[in-house]
């Protein structure tokens, strides 16, 4: 094929947390790249995931939910979302079906309206409401902005996303091949794996734990040429919390360590040893040189 038809470009998905842009995101790229959790904002960072056909690549980056922030790591999250719509090709703004519009969509539609960028309105979770109501939530946001195009999809079962692609994909600019055709993100494993650990913490411990988990992979090993020994600790900002994660007799980070294995085998392709430990390390989510070790940098944004 002609270089000249080959079409690139880089789309941010951004909206308020939990309408499930990580989960657009892995059905996109056929892979998980980014963890899901019926928790708020449980991304932190922007993840980048890259689908590439043989006429386009597509790069991808899923940004925090847009909230109002509470602490140095909430403020970290804003600004790294809002810092993408300047850098992008195309902007993809999710919204909920299930939920009416609110003061987190206005703020996002504000800060969007100074943007010279095609913006789509993707209205997610289809599969969760009545068709009739779909009109309802159009009418709602039919006038805010100047839609490149509205798609109402499901990202969890994938109605309507290869015709969202395939749209996105024909109005992209031509453009080089960024990443070889089998790369799915650019983000390095290290980082996947932690996230992975962090995903299950949140998935088992619950309303118990609150949104202040970060997880450090300590050392990742090649133990023979079967199995990868990685040692990793999860890190909480109370004592109180300490208790709840380890469990009776271990059993909670047992189960942990076990869910979160199979996922990273799945990842590496080799199988596992997972070494797993608890720290405190109290208010770490407003303090710099915590958040700057555990990957959460001013750099990023």
């Known amino acids: 094929m002609d270089k000249q038809d080959f079409h690139s470009g880089f789309v941010a998905i951004i909206g308020r947390p939990n309408v499930g842009k990580s989960t657009l995101l892995n059905r996109i790229v056929g892979q998980k790249v980014a963890i899901m959790s019926d928790k708020a904002q449980t991304t932190r960072n922007r ?10 690549q597509m790069v991808f980056i899923d940004t925090p939910g847009i909230h109002k922030p509470h602490s140095r790591l ?8 809002l810092s993408t719509l300047g850098e992008v090709d195309a902007i993809i703004f999710m919204i909920n079906a299930d939920e009416r519009r609110g003061a987190g969509d206005n703020f996002i ?10 913006i789509y309105l993707v209205i997610n979770k289809i599969d969760q409401i009545h068709p009739d109501h779909l009109l309802e939530i159009m009418d709602q946001y039919q006038d805010a902005l100047k839609w490149e195009d509205i798609y109402p999809i499901s990202a969890l079962e994938g109605n309507n996303v290869p015709e969202l692609l395939a749209t996105l994909q024909s109005k992209l600019p031509v453009g080089p091949q960024y990443y070889p055709s089998d790369q799915v993100t650019d983000h390095p ?15 088992l411990t619950r309303q118990e734990v609150p949104h202040s988990t970060a997880v450090v992979i300590d050392s990742i090993k090649r133990q023979d040429e079967e199995k990868v020994h990685i040692q990793a600790t999860i890190i909480i900002e109370r004592s109180s919390q300490k208790g709840i994660i380890i469990g ?54």
């Open 47 to 56: 993840i980048q995931g890259i689908y590439t056909t043989d006429e386009s």
């Open 74 to 81: 909430g403020d970290f999250m804003v600004k790294s979302a």
């Open 109 to 118: 539609i504000d800060r969007l309206k100074e943007v010279k960028k095609p």
């Open 189 to 203: 494993e290290r980082f996947i794996i932690s996230e992975l650990i962090r995903e299950k913490v949140l998935e």
């Open 248 to 301: 009776k007799g271990g059993s909670m980070l047992k189960k942990i360590g076990s869910l979160a294995r199979r996922d990273i085998e799945t990842l590496l392709g080799d199988k596992v040893y997972l070494e797993l430990w608890v720290k405190v390390q109290e208010n770490w989510k407003d303090r710099e040189n915590l958040l700057a070790s555990y990957g959460y940098r001013q750099d990023d944004y």
